[in-house]
């Protein structure tokens, strides 16, 4: 068993410390994500695992350290005017407000590949129950200690340690962040992903072959440190609207942004958001074993019958019309006269994530439904497309 806890050794407040820093500019500052004081003073709190990377980063800012305290020196009060920006309720501070990705600051490569963060792995836990196929992990980063803040839709790069075959670093490979911008724990200190390891046989040699970063991400240990750049991704990011209609179309690990949607809306509560929608799940899994994050997902549908529907379609145990195999395309067409008049509304959004081509067989299914009422699906999904209501992100 991991033990949350002792990994991260957040909860114990003699592990982090509090530096006091000046002589950074606000540019600079603002890469640090701390309010500058009058006084040109930055009070910052850090881990002790993380005590050196930072007294680095922030020689490197230009920045000159003049007291290094015990985090537990301070008061409650004092611990909670050094949290970063982000963290306290301005008029502008997005956690209080509601999911305003269009107007808000949309955070972007705030580390990048040469200089990324370096977290910690909280938890990494299998999803795939009994008798299901493939290994997909949930896996959660101690982000504590450094600058990295995202919203839900984004991704974040992970570099994989060790070289490629031509004896270079590795490069970075991207992954839907599964967490909300509160993360799991909601102390805004942790991102989650979803990740599932690539196995295949090669197709000359036919040995079996596993992916570097994914198979490396699902072997992690809690307590283990992880290479993290980024955020990046505007496509995902969900509308301003409380009100607007979400349609989430997802195959296996094309969940994880859908469940970052649906704890934003369904399980945290917000002062001033709250999701008044309707959220429409359609979600293409193998087998029910398969059905990530399964128990969650089926408690917030009875629990709001009237704002989330969950559709599964499990190709290795449902049939379609024709006898065949139950994929997600197939689930549309089921439901293709609903889903047609959903998305003539203004205020509905559609969600594609998952598997490279996944949305072929979705535009086939549509493009029968609008026909029948003399529509044009091709032309609509470019006119849902300009409206930024139509939004893919397949790999
Ligand atoms: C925006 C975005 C978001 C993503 N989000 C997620 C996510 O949430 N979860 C997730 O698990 N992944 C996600 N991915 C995929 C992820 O980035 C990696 O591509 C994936 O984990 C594989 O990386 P790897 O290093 O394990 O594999 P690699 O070692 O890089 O191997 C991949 C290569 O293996 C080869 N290959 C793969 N399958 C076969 C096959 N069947 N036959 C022959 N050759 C094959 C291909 O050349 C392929 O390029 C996302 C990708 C993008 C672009």
Redesign the pocket.
């Known amino acids: 068993m991991y033990s949350t806890a002792r990994a991260s050794g957040r909860s114990d407040t003699n592990r982090a410390f509090v530096y006091e820093v000046v002589g950074l500019s606000q540019t600079n500052t603002d890469k640090l994500d701390y309010p500058i004081r009058r006084s040109g003073t930055i009070y910052l709190t850090v881990p002790y695992g993380r005590m050196n990377q930072e007294m680095r980063r922030i020689n490197r800012l230009g920045g000159k350290i003049v007291s290094i305290k015990p985090a537990s020196a301070y008061t409650k009060k004092e611990a909670q005017n050094n949290r970063p920006l982000q963290q306290q309720p301005t008029k502008n501070n997005p956690h209080k407000s509601m999911a305003h990705a269009a107007t808000q600051e949309i955070p972007v490569n705030i580390y990048r590949p040469k200089d990324p963060f370096v977290g910690k792995c909280l938890s990494n836990t299998e999803l795939v129950g009994e008798g299901g196929i493939g290994t ?1 992990r949930h896996l959660i980063f101690d982000l504590s200690g450094g600058n990295l803040r995202y919203l839900e839709g984004q ?1 974040i790069g ?1 570099v ?1 340690p060790g070289t490629d075959k031509a004896g270079k670093s ?2 970075l ?6 967490s909300t911008r509160h993360g799991d724990n909601l102390d805004d200190q942790t991102v989650s ?6 196995e ?4 000359e040699t036919g040995e079996l ?9 699902c072997r992690l240990e809690a307590g283990a440190d992880v290479a993290i750049t980024g955020p ?2 505007k496509e995902m990011l969900l509308p301003e609207d409380p009100n607007a209609n979400i349609v989430m179309m997802a195959t ?6 859908f469940r970052a949607y649906l704890w934003r809306f369904f399980k945290e509560k917000h002062e001033d958001y709250q999701f008044k929608g309707f959220a429409w799940l359609i979600f293409g899994i193998p087998t029910s074993a398969n059905i990530l994050y399964r128990e969650e997902l089926e408690a917030l549908q009875a629990q709001y019958p009237d704002h989330f529907r969950l559709t599964n379609a499990i190709s290795r145990e449902q049939k379609n019309a024709e006898g065949g195999k139950m994929y997600i395309q197939h689930r549309v067409a089921e439901h293709a006269d609903e889903l047609w008049q959903l998305v003539q509304k203004e205020n509905t959004h559609v969600y594609i ?1 998952g598997l490279k081509g996944m949305e072929g067989g979705i535009n086939d299914a549509l493009t029968a439904a609008a026909a029948k009422e003399g529509g044009d699906w091709s032309a609509y999904v470019k006119q849902m497309k300009q409206q930024e209501r139509w939004h893919v ?3």
């Open positions: 997909v991704s992970i994989p590795h490069k490979r991207l992954y839907s962040i599964a992903l979803c990740v599932r390891k690539l295949y046989n090669h197709p072959i596993e992916g570097v970063c994914s198979s490396y991400l990046v991704g296996g690990t094309g969940i994880a942004p994530c992100e397949v790999y």
